[in-house]
């Protein structure tokens, strides 16, 4: 049987059409240290994300996978500078049937607090995962994981509904992936934060030492680790939580921190390329920035004293037409954003551009005339009144004057009435899934570098986003693509998928953009943090 890291392992390349992340580097010195040696010193490093959870089961978002990252071990895993997924704290990882993937744990694996590390941990990380099933928690990626099997205590057998699934490696690297202590998780309810570190429940580079919810995490090198990224450069390291970016930036200027990481204004990112004391690296980025409709309490939903499917579909379509997405991304962005028309943002193989020619002028304009002609024909009385929200401190402090310009073209056109509001991530993210919000902003940053990622989290009839769309035809062609081999067969496939999700408007994307971090003197390895999996990993970061 082919192995995870031959023809079985779908790890497709990033082109060049991807928009770059910006890093700010104020000087960079060699660390100094040996490869492979972890180095000493303390990095201190910025961001304005938050944490949900770090219970695995329980979000989804980049803040709380962040840390994730840095702490738990995972089954497969992409080295620095690639998207392919290779055996992580495995020593094999391959298809030995069409529905059967088979994991072969390395020996003597273990967690921080010494519990040992076996079969028995995996399947308990995967069934919890399942049995939980929590609204923010990444679940829904394991959509095709029927059962699992342990013979002995380094060998996992993952047993697959469909055949020939060509994106489980993949999952297996992705928010769903971490895995978990038996003897400290529950298998049934999310584990707090305070008992996850009390009970030192990690096994991946690092383990935290300290944890204060949102304010600061101390992490401390893992010596036991021995997964593919191999020892961090740097000993030990500190992040500090941000409400205000500005502060951030100031701080990194100052030298009170090296590193600031997501998110700093197009502003900043713009003031730090014209100074001689920084230096930007490009790095690749995924990043999508779109609005989520519901559809039990959008305008006209199904659960509105006024329910009209029609008047509803019209509603969307209407907002699709008027959003003018250059004028977001040059005004707001500054060109760190670009325009998305898509679902698969460009540079993925199978990404098209459905939105562009359907809604608007059919060019990637706004057209006032067609959003009006829309709503007119499905006999909608105007103005509309569009409950909006954004989060104010998740995506970056231009998330306000992006909002506030969506509201000014809606509003503009006579259509609509948009009333704006802002709530903390913290709380956004519960409020979203409970239908607190009829329309809303959302960002995406890709578990795995292929179209499938931005596809089945979002278009499956259970998914993360939990908008109650559902559309059968929808869901089983991304089910259909997902085992099917041919690259081409299934290249179609994604292409019909997007038209016929754009034809529904569950979701309305317009920015495909970048990452952006600072990083302060005696700091290097930084380019290899951005990799082109997209996850932030302290661990190749050193300080001179």
């Not at 060509?166 to 971490?178: D, E, K, T, W």
């Not at 450069?233 to 939580?241: A, G, L, R, S």
């Not at 379509?317 to 959003?323: H, N, P, T, Y």
């Not at 939105?355 to 057209?367: I, Q, S, T, V």
């Amino acid at each position: 049987m082919a192995s995870a890291s031959t023809n079985r392992r779908r790890g497709l390349a990033l082109a060049a059409g991807f928009s770059a992340a910006a890093l700010a580097l104020a000087g960079c010195s060699a660390g100094g240290e040996d490869e492979g040696s972890t180095g000493g010193g303390t990095l201190t490093i910025g961001t304005t994300d938050k944490v949900t959870t770090l219970d695995p089961a329980g979000s989804y978002d980049n803040g709380s996978f962040a840390v994730m990252n840095q702490v738990f071990p995972f089954l497969m895993n992409s080295p620095y500078g690639t998207s392919d997924v290779e055996p992580d704290i495995a020593e094999s990882a391959e298809f030995t049937s069409p529905t059967e993937y088979t994991v072969t744990l390395k020996e003597g694996l273990t967690f921080a607090n010494g519990n040992d590390l076996t079969s028995s941990d995996v399947k308990f990380s995967f069934d919890r995962q399942v049995a939980i099933a929590d609204e923010n928690g990444p679940s829904a990626l394991l959509y095709n994981l029927d059962s699992i099997e342990t013979p002995d205590d380094t060998t996992v057998v993952f047993k697959l509904k469909s055949e020939n699934d060509q994106i489980f490696p993949q999952i297996l690297s992705s928010p769903a992936g971490p895995i978990v202590d038996e003897e400290v998780f529950a298998a049934d309810a999310l584990t707090s934060d305070d008992d996850i570190v009390a009970g030192e429940a990690f096994a991946g580079q690092y383990t935290i030492t300290s944890y204060d919810f949102n304010n600061l995490v101390a992490y401390k090198a893992n010596p036991e680790y021995q997964g593919i990224l191999g020892a961090p450069e740097t000993d030990v390291v500190n992040v500090k939580y941000y409400a205000d970016a500005s502060n951030m930036k100031l701080d990194v200027q100052e030298g009170n921190i090296d590193v600031a990481f997501r998110s700093l204004s197009a502003t900043d990112i713009d003031d730090l390329r014209g100074n001689d004391a920084v230096k930007v690296v490009e790095g690749p980025g995924g990043e999508i920035r779109y609005v989520v409709f519901n559809f039990n309490t959008q305008p006209y939903g199904a659960e509105t004293p006024e329910a009209d499917e029609a008047k509803a579909l019209a509603v969307r379509q209407a907002v699709a037409d008027l959003i003018d997405r250059e004028e977001i991304a040059d005004q707001v962005y500054k060109g760190t954003y670009t325009p998305l028309y898509s679902y698969v943002p460009d540079g993925l193989t199978g990404a098209i551009q459905p939105l562009k020619e359907l809604y608007g002028d059919g060019d990637g304009g706004a057209d006032v005339d067609k959003a009006t002609q829309t709503l007119e024909d499905a006999g909608v009385e105007v103005p509309v009144e569009l409950n909006l929200q954004y989060s104010n401190d998740h995506y970056g402090p231009s998330s306000g004057d992006e909002y506030a310009l969506i509201k000014d073209q809606l509003e503009a056109s006579g259509l609509f009435t948009v009333n704006l509001q802002t709530t903390e991530w913290v709380q956004y993210s519960k409020d979203r899934t409970a239908d607190v919000y009829p329309a809303y902003q959302l960002g995406w940053f890709p578990d795995y570098s292929d179209a499938d990622n931005y596809l089945s989290p979002f278009f499956l009839n259970e998914n993360f986003l939990g908008n109650h769309y559902s559309n059968q035809e929808v869901n089983d062609l991304i089910l259909e693509q997902s085992v099917t081999e041919d690259a081409d067969a299934r290249t179609a496939l994604i292409e019909e998928i997007q038209e016929k999700v754009a034809a529904d408007l569950s979701t309305v994307p317009y920015l495909q953009g970048a990452q952006v971090a600072v990083v302060g003197a005696d700091v290097d390895g930084t380019e290899n943090t951005l990799d082109a999996s997209f996850k932030f990993r302290y661990g190749a970061i050193s300080k001179g």
